[in-house]
């Protein structure tokens, strides 16, 4: 979820195209998501002494879509995709927070020119269970920020300094 800086909130979402998984639970949360909006593109990271690497994420450009992020998504599986692209264009100061997202996760932070800012572990929070959703903040301005699993990231590639893009639709 992001909370963008000044009185308005707007949580983080992704978007959709057509991605197959494997699966009841993934093809479950995966239509849920096509539903409400969302699709998919090429997410490609690359860093020092690694191979690019390429995924199909769930991608968020609306603040529509940015305003639903995660919530209710309790597939740890994300729908068959390792993660949500959250894009601003133009890059934007925003905090996140966990509101009504019921899976632990990493929240990479992606700068103006594309590299990796930094990560934060987030904990699920929700407003019915009596948790306190406390937003973050991220060291600048973001062109994009990625949500994974927690403890995914470096798997992904997803470490300070790494450059991540965003392709076409997969």
Request: glycine share 14%; proline share 11%.
């Amino acid at each position: 979820m992001v909370r963008r800086a000044g009185p308005v909130a707007v949580l983080l979402a992704l978007l959709l195209i057509g991605c197959g998984s494997s699966g009841s639970a993934a093809s479950s949360t995966e239509q849920r998501l096509q539903e409400a909006g969302f699709g998919c593109r090429t997410l490609t990271v690359t860093g020092e002494g690694r191979a690019p690497r390429a995924d199909c994420v769930w991608v968020a450009d609306t603040p529509a879509l940015q305003g639903r992020g995660l919530m209710g998504v309790d597939d740890p599986g994300l729908g068959g995709r390792p993660g949500m692209a959250f894009v601003f264009d133009p890059p934007v100061e925003a905090s996140f927070w966990m509101k009504d997202t019921p899976l632990p996760l990493t929240l990479v932070w992606v700068g103006k020119d594309g590299r990796v800012l930094g990560t934060r572990d987030l904990e699920p929070c929700s407003a019915t269970s009596g948790s306190v959703c406390t937003p973050v903040s991220p060291p600048g301005p973001l062109s994009m920020a990625i949500e994974v699993p927690r403890g995914r990231a470096p798997a992904l590639g997803l470490v300070p300094g790494a450059s991540v893009s965003l392709g076409a639709p997969c």
